[in-house]
């Protein structure tokens, strides 16, 4: 074996069946020629037997590079159409819960009595209110006395949704309630105070209809607010 030296080049050391770079078997060969450069570098003799010998394997090592580029193409591939259909299926999904969102906040704009009629586009007929005060009919009718009493009590009650998230058919709203007592509530008569009070509503909607309803709000602290109950 012959050590060849390039200056700034690494050492290369060749005999007629090996040329080595590092200790490494690059390819086999029967004549070569060296010049130095900066990077390795090996440059082959005019042999004619060498370049086609390179060709030949240049061309197969291409059509390698090619047929496995086009094996893991990844729109072909498995995962790529399982991902795909995932993703579609959440793409669907998030669309219903924006569409069940956006019904919601215009039912939480609905805050005066003549608007009450609106609410036949966006609350089932036979909606089950979970939390209707005892005495009370259930269903659309009975959810519409319901908020009669309230908007005749606190005319342009305000809703302010802090927080809203939706999952599948179902919609959670944490909301805050503000308004002045300056109608009658029931037998008992105006008090001219004000309410703020925070609740949560939870609605589940079908074909774009709300078809169960349930509601909590601080209602003791809304009592004592109106003065219709002593400070705790």
């Known amino acids: 074996m012959v050590p060849l030296n390039f200056g700034k080049t690494q050492a290369v050391t060749y005999d007629r069946r090996f040329v080595e770079f590092q200790g490494i078997p690059l390819f086999r060969v029967d004549g070569l ?20 010998r390179l060709k030949q394997l240049f061309a197969v090592c291409g059509v390698i590079l090619f ?11 498995k995962e790529f159409k399982d991902l795909r259909a995932e993703l579609d299926k959440y793409l669907a999904e998030d669309s219903l819960e924006n569409a069940n969102i956006a019904l919601y906040k215009k039912l939480a704009e609905i805050n005066d ?9 966006l609350i089932a007929s036979d909606v ?6 005892e005495g009370m009919p259930n269903g659309l009718a009975g959810f519409k006395q319901l908020l009669h009493g309230y908007f005749t009590a606190i005319p342009q009650m305000q809703m302010d949704i802090k927080h809203i998230l939706a999952k599948g058919d179902i919609v959670i709203a944490h909301m805050g309630l503000k308004g002045v007592n300056s109608g009658p509530n029931g037998p008992a008569p105006a008090t001219g105070k004000s309410i703020d009070v925070e609740g949560y509503d939870c609605v589940r909607i079908e074909n774009g ?24």
């Open 33 to 52: 020629t060296f010049r130095g450069i900066d990077s390795f570098f090996i440059q082959l003799n005019s042999n004619p037997m060498i370049k086609m």
């Open 113 to 121: 009595t003549t608007e009450l009629p609106q609410l036949d586009a």
């Open 209 to 232: 209809k709300v078809v169960e309803y349930w509601s909590l709000a601080n209602e003791m602290k809304m009592m004592t607010q109106l003065g219709l109950m002593p400070e705790m």
């Open 128 to 133: 089950n209110f979970h939390d209707m005060p």
């Open 67 to 77: 047929l496995a580029g086009c094996a893991t193409d990844p729109k072909e591939s």
